[in-house]
């Protein structure tokens, strides 16, 4: 066994669920922040194939909510200059989803003591787009608040209560340790509507319906920060010590203190994952009992300086802050979906050419059933990881698993936050085998942009900028 696993079966439980201030029962949510939610609301719809089923429309707060499966973004409109023309496309969107413009207030919902301008959110004052909360639904607020701010933690918003005709939630907002990324936590057991109070919702059945074969999108698979040097141990330790999160390993044989290291050919990268907890030994009970809640791990990315500067010194000094990188969507069909998504305009970071045609690569693909030339068309990767018996000296082909991966170009107009399409056929890692060429797509992709916007090679600096 080797010395990453050691680390991971000898943890003892009983510290683990003594140390667990809140337990998490599931994702519910994650929040963008925009300047034209129009055009990313647009995006999400046509390129991405989400469906837009509810929307929050105020003087002071502009939201819509779109879900893939189990995957749900909430768009918010942030301030902006040209806030005139901007509502004059949302309002637009609004008619033609269906939405009634009608402006919500306090005779369509009440609110707690709290008068904000953005339910379950606060609205930031970020300088570009940004995806920057998480939702978590919790057993109970107040009590997560209480343990929480024992433990030093800052709140945004306190708890919270918010109601309509459907029942009342209950939500507070904590800051993260990563920049301005933070996690709004709602307690909803009460409420019995398809969303949330405050939002008109436009598709009356919450139930998924029939699947769309041709984009089978089901949840998120993993959430990825960009942070910077050497910070990976305390972000790692305050979600441990905030959610319960465990170390996850990239790979069987990665070091426990070094993460999973990629540290050659121009790419220079440390990642390091890890996953909130769930165990029913620990005398905790879900509230989704019998449910099957989709399990969404969480990856910690950071540059290291001996292969010059990369990807997440990009976003760092873009995004201004660290904080969410890209997200990762589970398909069930990963060609069909890129496939159709292509058609509709997303567009695809591409690895080296070489990818394909090296050793036993092409084998590696054909005896997983794929085209080595239809994935080199959406620059879809694969990766086969041998799930084998010790003992035996070869693989049979039926207890092999696959990982397909590929990564999209950014979605803002910076060079930030972009979105990945990953199935998995009994592969419950990232591919170790792909990471390197996944990273070296987006790597080339950025290099040429930065070539074409004639940026001098020594006039970006490295964001030095603090977790919190």
Known sequence: MNQGFRFLWTRPFQNVTENMAVFLSRLHHVSLHVSNAEKIANDLVSKFKFDLFAARLTDKSKQFAFRKGAA??????????????????????ADRYSIDPQRADLEKYKQGNNSLGYLYHLSPLHPVDTVNNVCFEVEDVQRSFKVLRDLGCNFLVPPTTVEDVNG???????KSIVGNVCHTLIEKTNYEGVFLPGFDV???????????????????????????????????????????????????????????????EGIGLRLTAMEYWKC??????????????????????????????????????????PGIQHIGLYTKNIVSTAHTMAEAGVQFSS??????????????????????????????????????????????SESKRHLLQVFTKPIFAENTFFLELIERRGATGFGEGNIKALWQSVQAYMENERVDRQEPQGSSKTAQTALS
């Open 351 to 396: 690895p080296p050419p070489a990818y394909y045609t090296q050793l036993g690569k092409q084998q590696e693909i054909e005896e997983a059933g794929h085209s080595p030339q239809m994935l080199a068309q959406h620059g879809i990767l694969l990766d086969t990881d041998l799930h084998q018996d010790p003992l035996s000296q070869r693989a049979s």
């Open 202 to 264: 436009i598709e009356k059945d919450w139930s998924l319906g029939e699947e769309d074969m041709s984009c089978p999108v089901t949840h998120f698979d993993h959430i990825t920060y960009a942070c910077p040097r050497k910070t990976t141990h305390q972000v790692m330790g305050w979600y441990e010590k905030v959610f319960g999160f465990q170390r996850f390993f990239i790979d069987s044989n990665e070091d426990v203190d070094e993460g999973f290291v990629i540290n050659q």
């Open 280 to 321: 029913s030994k620990a005398g905790i009970a879900l509230p989704f009992a019998g449910k099957k809640e989709p399990d969404c791990k969480f990856v910690i990315a950071e540059s290291l300086p001996e292969q010059g500067r990369n990807q997440v010194d990009t976003f760092l000094e873009q995004h201004r802050a």
């Open 72 to 93: 749900v973004f909430v768009v918010n409109e942030r301030p902006s200059k040209s806030r005139v023309g901007l509502n004059e496309g949302i309002l637009g969107l």
């Open 168 to 174: 009342p939630v209950t939500y507070s907002v904590v």
